[in-house]
Structure formats: C-alpha cells, structure tokens
C-alpha cells in the first residue's frame, strides 16, 4: 500500500468505528462524570513505565490521570494527540501542571518496549508518562477504557502495520474515577481552558 494511502485509511476506519462501534460506549465531551450514564470508563491497570518500573493506577492517586491510548509507530493520529496535550499541560500553571498525570498507554506492546517509550514521551513533555506492558496487561487497560483498537489483518511488505484505535483523551479524577474526556479535534486551548476549569475546582 502506498505510503500516502496510510493516513487517509486511518481516518476513515477510525470515523466508522467511532460512528457505529465506539461512541454510543462515551458520552458528550462536555458531560460529566455524573452524566455518564450507565457505562463506566477506567479501571484498574498493571503496566510498566519509561523506566520500567511496574506502575498500577494506584501510582497516580491524588493526581488528576489524563489519558491517551495509541502507538509509538502511529503515523498521525497519535503525535497530534500528545502534542495537543503537551501544549495544553504548557498552558497551565505549575500548581495544576504537578496535579495531572498524563499517559500515554501504548496499543501495541510487541513494538513498543520500555525502550521505545522512553525515546517517544521525551520527544513531546517532560511529564508525559508512557506505559507499556504484556499482551493482556494492555488488553485488560484496553477495555477498562472501552478502547477500540484492531490491528491490521494485513502488514505491509517489510512487516510493518498499523493499529486502527480510538483517539479520545480521557480525564479521570484524584480517585480514578471519569470526569470527562476530549475528542481528536479538541485544540491545546480548549482542554487548557477545561483542564482549569476541572483540575482547578478539584
């Protein structure tokens, strides 16, 4: 497949599954957690950060966790992603800056080792955390945040393939719980300004 068809095919898969397998699962960006119907977001989770240190959602108590699934050879969903909310976390004061935990949850743990991760989150913030893990480790985090993501059935020639995923950023309180999540065209504005208004009043 042309390299140029790449993205253009990502986007298309990733606007059918939000339409017809994904969104009925998320409510409106604006909603709150008492909002959020019947379906619960988050959960429990056993990973492995940049440095390879064994994490659980536990890590982050106290802390407002924002966070993002993908993988570090998404050709343009996924850097757009991180650098919207490395600008956004820039926005903000210190104060709100130490109160957030941005991760960045990986969709592909065969490529992406502890290793890769670390080369990748530097390359955005200095606070931006990447988790890897096992195969079902990232599975059970997967679902936790009712994540889609379905890796090609067919690589390219030299082995290579892509990851069709979901491409929300969630925020989920001091206590892990929802608060609210942000769509892929949220801009570093917007979620500066939610993320004051959110954290802030936490």
Wanted: charged share 20%; hydrophobic share 40%.
């Amino acid at each position: 497949m042309p390299r140029w068809l790449a993205p253009a095919l990502v986007g298309t898969v990733l606007l059918i599954a939000t339409l017809v397998g994904v969104s009925y699962l998320i409510p409106a960006a604006s909603d709150t957690a008492e909002q959020q119907g019947a379906v619960p977001i988050g959960g429990p989770f056993t990973l492995t950060d940049q440095s390879g240190k064994a994490v659980t959602e536990q890590d982050y108590r106290g802390r407002f966790m924002l966070v993002y699934f993908g993988y570090t050879f998404c050709p343009d969903m996924c850097p757009l992603g991180l650098q919207t909310i490395a600008q956004a976390l820039d926005e903000l004061p210190p104060e709100l800056q130490e109160r957030i935990a941005p991760l960045f949850i990986t969709i592909d743990p065969e490529r992406d080792t502890v290793a890769v991760m670390k080369d990748y989150v530097a390359q955005f913030h200095p606070r931006l955390i990447g988790l890897t893990g096992s195969e079902a480790e990232i599975a059970q985090a997967v679902r936790a945040y009712r994540v889609y993501a379905s890796r090609s059935a067919t690589p390219a020639a030299d082995g290579s393939y892509l990851v069709d995923h979901s491409t929300f950023t969630y925020l989920m309180d001091e206590n892990g719980r929802y608060v609210t999540h942000f769509g892929h065209g949220t801009t570093p504005d917007e979620m500066a300004g939610r993320l004051k208004e959110l954290v802030g009043a936490g």
